[in-house]
C-alpha cells in the first residue's frame, strides 16, 4: 500500500511511495502529529539520482522490520534537497558543525518543534568499520527520548542556539576591488593542480564559475596565466572519462586527480554552467575542441533532458541495469575490450581501445574502462573516429538508460537558458535559441503561473507546493538576460525585473545581506544564508550577478546597490576561499570592467548585433533592435538612432560613452573582442 508521499511531485519522494514506512512530506502536520504522539521525527534528505540514497533505502526503508520499528517509534519525513534546498541547508549546517561532515542521504533526529539531536548521513544495516547499524541508531536514539528526555532537549537547544549565533560576516562596506581579486587569483594558482588540471585533489569537481572568473580576469587584465588555467582545465576535462565521450555531457565529479574515473550521475546544473564556459573559453581564444564541448554539451542537455513541456529535467543517475540485471554504478557508460570487439570487429575494436584508453585490466570496476581520450595514439584518422564513436554510441542505446528525475527546478533551467542561449547565438545555432526560449516560456507559465512569485520546481506541467528561494531568482534572472540579450525580446528583460523587485522586497536583509529564503517563507529553526558558490552559484552571487546586469540594462540605481552591498561578502571570502566564491569573483570583474553597455541600432541577429554578443569585456549587456524611439524594446536604445542609414553601435560604462560606430572590427575592438 503506499504511503503519504503518493500524492508529491517530487520524483525522489515517489520512488519511497511504495515503502512499508509510513512517510510523510515536510509539513506541518507531521510535526504535529509527532506532538501528539509524544515521539521524535527521523528527518531523512536525499536526492533522486543520489546512490547511497538508494542503498540505504534498499536496505533499511525497504525492509519490513525496520519499517514497523520506524512506525512505532518516530513520524518518518523524507525531503528531497532539490525541492526544498533551505531545509537541507539548515540541518546539513547543523550536521556539519556536530560531526564534522555531511553528505547525503541525511539522518536527522528532531524533536516536535524541529529541533535537531541526533545526527548521520548513511546507516548500515549492520555494524561496520565502527559505525551503528541503523536499527541500533533508532533504538538507541528511542532510549534516550523515553528515559532521558531532559538531556534530549537540552542537546536539542544547544544546537539551535548555537546555529541561531552564527551571523554572517558578510565583508562590511565597500566592493571588491583590484587588490582582493588579485589575492583571490593568488589563492587559485596556489590550488592549481599544473599536472592535470582544475583545483585540489580528489575528488576532483569541475570547476566552472572558477574558470568563467579566470577568463573574465584575462578578458579584462590581459593576464595569461589566468588565461592558461583556464585553458588546461577545460582541456583536461574534456578530454577525461569526467566527460561523455560518446553521447557529451559532463559527469558529476571525478573520483580522482587526473579526471578518469567519474562519479556517473549527469546532473543539469552542472552541464548548463561548463557549456556556457565552454563556449565563453572559444569566444576568448576560437578552441575548436572548446567549440565541440560546448555544442555537445548543448545538444546532450536538449536531447537528454528535455521534458515534453519544454523546461530540463535535473539528472540522469549513476545506476542502471548491467548484463545481469543488477543495479550498478556506470553499468551505461563503460566498456571492456571484449565488449569494443563485439560491436566494432578486431581492428576497430583495438584501434577504439587505443583511442579512448580502454584496456585489458580496466580503468573502473570488474575489468570495464572508462571512455577517455589519453592522447598518446599520434595521428588519428577522424572520419575512423565519427564512425567508431557512432556504432558505440548505438550499441551503448541498446543497454538500459539510467533513471531520469524529471522534476524542473527552476534556478538550474535558468542556468540552462542561458548557456543554449548563448551557445545558439555564437554558433549559428538558431534551435538552441528556441530551446532556449521554450524553457523561459514554461518557467513563466508555470512557475510564475498567477501566484506572481516564483515556484522552485514543476513536474509534467504542474507546479509544485515549494516556494522558490533565491537562486530561482537570481539564476532565472539571469537566463532571461541572457535571453533578452541574444533575441532582442524586451520583454525577458520586463520579467528578470520583476524577479529582482521581488529579490529587492523579500531575500535583502540590511547592510547588502541576502537571505536563501523570503521574508514571508515558512520560519526554519534559522534563516539560511550561504554566499559561497559550490556546486552551482549560491543565490547571494547569482543575484548580484543579475542585478548588476539589470542595472547596467536600465540606468537603476536601486538595483546597482542592492549589487554592490551583496558584493561585500566577495570581497571578504574572495582572498580567502576563492576555490567557493568562483561566480562571486566573476561578478566582481563585472563590476570592476563597469559592466559595459552595448546598444546595437540595427537587425537583431546582424553582424554587429553578433560582435557585440562575441566581446570579451565581462559581464557586458547587450541591447539590439531597430525601434530607436519611446517604443523601443530596451532602454539602451532609447535616442540611438541610425548613422546615415546604418546599422550602429553605442558603448557606455561609467556614465561615459564612446563615440558611435558602424563598424564591426571598431566595435570588436571596444569590446575586447
Not at 588565461?227 to 560518446?246: E, H, K, N, S, V
Request: hydrophobic content about 40%; aromatic content about 8%; some cysteine.
Amino acid at each position: 500500500m503506499a504511503n503519504r508521499l503518493a500524492q508529491t511531485t517530487s520524483p525522489y519522494l515517489l520512488q519511497h511511495a511504495d515503502n512499508p514506512v509510513d512517510w510523510w512530506p515536510w509539513s506541518p502536520e507531521a510535526f504535529e502529529e509527532a506532538r501528539k504522539r509524544d515521539v521524535p521525527v527521523l528527518l531523512s534528505v536525499g536526492y533522486a539520482s543520489c546512490h547511497w540514497c538508494h542503498v540505504m533505502a534498499h536496505e533499511s526503508f525497504e525492509d519490513d522490520e525496520t519499517a514497523a520499528y520506524l512506525n512505532a517509534h518516530f513520524v518518518p519525513v523524507k525531503v528531497d534537497r532539490e525541492e526544498r534546498p533551505d531545509v537541507d541547508a539548515v540541518y546539513m549546517e547543523a550536521v556539519q558543525a556536530a560531526t564534522g561532515h555531511g553528505g547525503w542521504p541525511m539522518t536527522v533526529f528532531l524533536t516536535p518543534d524541529a529541533e535537531p539531536f541526533y545526527f548521520g548521513t548513511y546507516f548500515p544495516p549492520e555494524p561496520r568499520h565502527g559505525s551503528p547499524s541503523f536499527q541500533q541508531v533508532l533504538e538507541g536514539v528511542t532510549v534516550a527520548w523515553t528515559d532521558r528526555r531532559e538531556e534530549v532537549a537540552e542537546v536539542a537547544g544547544r544546537i539551535v542556539a548555537d546555529l541561531a549565533g552564527r551571523s554572517l560576516v558578510h565583508g562590511g562596506d565597500g566592493v571588491p576591488g583590484e587588490s582582493e581579486v588579485a589575492q583571490a587569483l593568488l589563492g587559485l594558482t596556489r590550488e592549481y593542480d599544473e599536472q592535470h588540471g582544475g583545483f585540489g585533489g580528489a575528488p576532483k569537481f569541475p570547476p566552472a564559475m572558477a574558470v568563467e572568473f579566470l577568463l573574465r580576469h584575462y578578458a579584462r587584465t590581459g593576464a595569461e596565466g589566468a588565461l592558461q588555467m583556464a585553458a588546461d582545465t577545460c582541456a583536461a576535462m574534456a578530454r577525461g572519462g569526467i566527460y561523455d565521450q560518446l553521447g557529451g555531457g559532463f559527469a558529476r565529479y571525478s573520483v580522482d586527480r587526473k579526471w578518469i574515473v567519474p562519479h556517473f550521475e549527469k546532473m543539469l546544473y552542472d552541464n548548463a554552467l561548463l557549456c556556457r564556459v565552454y563556449a565563453h573559453l572559444w569566444r576568448a581564444t576560437g578552441s575548436d575542441e572548446a567549440r565541440r564541448i560546448a555544442l555537445e554539451t548543448a545538444d546532450f542537455m536538449v536531447r537528454e533532458l528535455r521534458t515534453a513541456e519544454g523546461g530540463f529535467a535535473s539528472a540522469l543517475d549513476a545506476d542502471s541495469e548491467d548484463a545481469d540485471g543488477k543495479h550498478v554504478e556506470g553499468a551505461y557508460y563503460v566498456w571492456t575490450p571484449e565488449q569494443l570487439r563485439e560491436v566494432l570487429g578486431e581492428d576497430d575494436a583495438a584501434f577504439a581501445a587505443a583511442y579512448f584508453g580502454v584496456t585489458e585490466e580496466g580503468t573502473f570496476e570488474e575489468g570495464a574502462s572508462v571512455l577517455r581520450l589519453p592522447g598518446d595514439t599520434g595521428p588519428v584518422d577522424a572520419a575512423r573516429v565519427a564512425g567508431v564513436r557512432a556504432r558505440l554510441l548505438g550499441a551503448r542505446d541498446e543497454r538500459p538508460h539510467p533513471g531520469r528525475d524529471d522534476k524542473v527546478v527552476a534556478a538550474w533551467n535558468g542556468l540552462a537558458i542561458a548557456a543554449l542561449a548563448e551557445t545558439g547565438a555564437y554558433f549559428d545555432r538558431p534551435d538552441l535559441v528556441e530551446r532556449a526560449t521554450e524553457a523561459a516560456d514554461l518557467l513563466v507559465r508555470v512557475h510564475l503561473g498567477e501566484v506572481a512569485r516564483l515556484t522552485r520546481t514543476s513536474k509534467d506541467g504542474r507546479a509544485g507546493n515549494n516556494a522558490g528561494v533565491l537562486e530561482d531568482y537570481g539564476d532565472v534572472a539571469e537566463g532571461f538576460l541572457a535571453l533578452a540579450a541574444v533575441t532582442g525580446e524586451g520583454a525577458w528583460l520586463e520579467f528578470a525585473g520583476f524577479l529582482l523587485d521581488i529579490v529587492l522586497e523579500q531575500f535583502t536583509g540590511e547592510g547588502g545581506q541576502l537571505y536563501d529564503t523570503a521574508h514571508d517563507a515558512e520560519q526554519l529553526i534559522r534563516r539560511p544564508q550561504d554566499p559561497t558558490d559550490s556546486a552551482t552559484p549560491s543565490g547571494w552571487t547569482a543575484a548580484a550577478g543579475a542585478l548588476l546586469s539589470y542595472a547596467a540594462y536600465t540606468g537603476s540605481e536601486a538595483h546597482r546597490t542592492a549589487a554592490e552591498g551583496a558584493l561585500g561578502v566577495v570581497k571578504a571570502l574572495g582572498p580567502r576561499v576563492p576555490r567557493f566564491v568562483g561566480w562571486g569573483l566573476a561578478v566582481a570583474e563585472a563590476l570592476l570592467d563597469g559592466p559595459r553597455e552595448v546598444a546595437v541600432a540595427g537587425p537583431v541577429g546582424g553582424e554587429l548585433h553578433r560582435t557585440a554578443l562575441l566581446g570579451r569585456a565581462p559581464g557586458a549587456v547587450v541591447a539590439a533592435g531597430e525601434g530607436a524611439g519611446a517604443g523601443a524594446e530596451f532602454p539602451l536604445l532609447v535616442d540611438r538612432p541610425l548613422m546615415g542609414g546604418e546599422p550602429t553601435a553605442y558603448v557606455c560604462r561609467h556614465f561615459v560613452c564612446d563615440a558611435p560606430t558602424t563598424d564591426a572590427g571598431e566595435l570588436a575592438a571596444k569590446l575586447g573582442g
